[in-house]
Structure formats: structure tokens, C-alpha cells
């Protein structure tokens, strides 16, 4: 298949507590809303052999408490550590399974290769790998449902009052019932953030319930949640913030940025994973001790591998996975 082009990822207190943000946590308000731009982090991937990170961005927007865009966007980084053995090959084959749920994919020229006429498989050089490289991005099929719902976890609604010179906004997150749990009771998000700014008109002052931190300069209030578990059903967290304002203000908007880590993250999203193909030999049809091929064999790689003797064995990459948010704002 040809190559796309490379893609480019689009508390305690009462209510009535007035606060204002340090320089510090202006600048954090700039992390959180920036993020988006920054590039997609991998860790280090140091166990023996060849090892993956896939780390998935779910790009949401929601209005009146529904999606109106969707879209999931990922990388796939590798990095190979040599074992105490000496290699006999300085590349492998690889495959991408669940590939066909892949819109548009990018493997890295610098040390990807397609294979020809085989989807989704592709040599790879062990020699750019002594540290941690990305391999592929790509972005998945649209959601087939009408909405694309079920591709977001975290489901975000705003009910505001907005009057001559106050602002009064009710910020509600649960778990999108759309979205599928793949039999989970529960979905673990980490580092929730959820950041309300206000517009059409300057917030001269804040009060917030649970207490947030307020950039005044950028309209901006954020609260860091931290680990929040989601669970079919539950009641909606709520975040209450009043700004006082120089003028009535137009409309709220808040951005989401959380992270699914672990066991979780490994059954949720796209499925994608990374397999290698690892060859034994096994007895040429032709060649003295070969009775043919098995007729009840169902092995498409050992078909592929049949002229050369070898038959080829699709064993699971180790490694890591996430689910981010990304641009993932509500209205």
C-alpha cells in the first residue's frame, strides 16, 4: 500500500471563597490548555528485545451534552535491546493487528519498510532502535455510530447563568454512557484536569466549589481532580464556579485532559497492537523427511513461508499503552 503522508494530531471549601492564581499557577493554566500542541510522550522501553508504546489521543467536542466531533488520532514508538545473544538478523517483521480498523497510517521511512502485498506487515531495522523511536501514527476509522460517542469516555455538560456583571457555571463530568466499557465496572482516569474559561467579558474575581486555581489574565479556572474512577450510572461529579465579570458574558467552555493507564488502556481504545514474526524451520515439501503441507493447516504465514522451509510464528510485542485526551473541549 502507498504511504499518507505523516499526520498531524489536531474539596473542603464553601462556595463564596474568593481566590486568585500566583504566577506559578498561570503558568500552569498555559501547560494545560497548550498541551495539545506538544508532542506525544513515550517512556523508555528498556526490557530485552524488542518492545512498543502505543500511546492513542481521543479528540472530543461536545455541545448541550452531546458529541459533535470525534476523532481518534496514535503513535506506535519501538525500541530494541539486544539480549545476551548475538542476533543473527538486524531486522524484523512486524504486524499491526486490528489494521483494518486504521483510517490512515504512516510508518517512519527511516527504518519501517512495507512488505509487499501483505497488509499491515512491515520490516523493521533493529539499528535505529537503541533508544526509543516512533514507528508509525495513524488515525482510526470514524466511530460508525452517528455521533461517535462511544469513542469518548468522559462525557462533559455546562449549565450557566450569565447576568450583567456575574457569571454563575455548573460544570458536570460522568462516564459517557455511549462509551464501551469492554465489560469493565469501572474506568480509571488519571490526571484530571478541567479547565473553565470565560468569555464575551474579563473576570475581575472568582469563587469556586471545590476550590480551583484562577488565572485572572486569561479568564482561566482549572481544577486538578487527580485519579478519578468512572462508573456506569453514578451521579455526575459536579464543579461549581461564580466570576465576578466588567460586562455579561457571552458563553463558558471548558477543556478536559486525563490520561487511561494500564490494564485499563490495553482493552479500551482501537485494540491495535504489535506482533513479530519469529521463523522455526520445518521440513521443505521436497527436501528428504517432508511429507507436504498439512491439509488441515490454517496458518496463513506458514503458506507464505512454504518455498523457503520456514514457517513463520506471530508472537505479541511487550509493551506499553495509554489513552489521552487531546482536544477535548465541551460548550
Not at 522501553?45 to 508504546?53: A, H, M, Y
Not at 521436497?286 to 496463513?300: L, M, S, V
Request: aromatic fraction near 6%.
Amino acid at each position: 500500500m502507498s504511504q499518507p503522508p505523516a499526520l498531524r494530531p489536531d474539596s473542603r471549601a464553601a462556595l463564596g471563597t474568593d481566590h486568585t492564581g500566583d504566577t506559578q499557577s498561570v503558568r500552569s493554566g498555559r501547560s494545560l490548555v497548550s498541551t495539545g500542541s506538544q508532542g506525544t510522550r513515550h517512556p523508555e522501553l528498556t526490557e530485552s528485545g524488542l518492545n512498543s508504546s502505543i500511546v492513542e489521543t481521543v479528540n472530543a467536542r461536545f455541545e448541550n451534552g452531546k458529541v459533535v466531533s470525534s476523532s481518534v488520532t496514535g503513535e506506535v514508538a519501538l525500541a530494541y535491546n539486544p539480549t545476551d545473544f548475538p542476533s543473527s538478523s538486524n531486522t524484523e517483521t512486524i504486524r499491526l493487528e486490528q489494521f483494518s480498523s486504521l483510517e490512515k497510517v504512516a510508518p517512519n521511512p527511516a527504518f519501517i519498510t512495507s512488505v509487499l502485498e501483505r497488509e499491515g506487515e512491515y520490516t523493521v531495522s533493529l539499528a535505529h532502535l537503541a533508544k526509543t523511536q516512533v514507528a508509525f501514527k495513524y488515525q482510526l476509522k470514524p466511530d460508525p455510530t452517528a455521533t461517535g460517542s462511544s469513542q469518548a469516555p468522559l462525557l462533559i455538560t455546562l449549565a450557566s447563568r450569565l447576568e450583567a456583571t456575574q457569571a454563575s457555571i455548573i460544570l458536570s463530568y460522568t462516564l459517557h454512557p455511549a462509551f464501551n466499557p469492554h465489560g469493565r465496572d469501572a474506568i480509571a482516569l488519571s490526571n484530571l484536569t478541567l479547565a473553565l474559561t470565560l468569555e464575551g467579558a474579563r473576570a475581575t474575581g472568582c469563587q469556586s466549589k471545590p476550590v480551583g486555581t484562577f488565572a485572572r489574565d486569561r479568564n482561566l479556572l482549572y481544577w486538578h481532580l487527580g485519579d478519578v474512577t468512572l462508573k456506569p450510572g453514578d451521579t455526575p461529579g459536579k464543579l461549581l464556579a461564580r466570576f465576578a465579570t466588567d460586562s455579561e458574558a457571552s458563553a463558558g467552555n471548558v477543556e478536559a485532559k486525563w490520561e487511561i493507564a494500564g490494564g485499563d488502556a490495553q482493552m479500551l481504545g482501537s485494540g491495535l497492537a504489535v506482533s513479530v514474526q519469529s521463523s522455526t524451520t520445518h521440513p521443505h515439501p521436497h527436501q528428504p523427511g517432508g511429507n507436504g503441507a498439512d491439509p488441515f493447516a490454517d496458518d496463513d504465514n506458514g503458506a507464505a513461508a512454504a518455498g523457503s522451509g520456514l514457517v513463520g510464528v506471530w508472537k505479541g510485542v511487550r509493551g506499553a499503552k495509554r489513552l489521552v485526551g487531546g482536544v477535548y473541549m465541551a460548550k
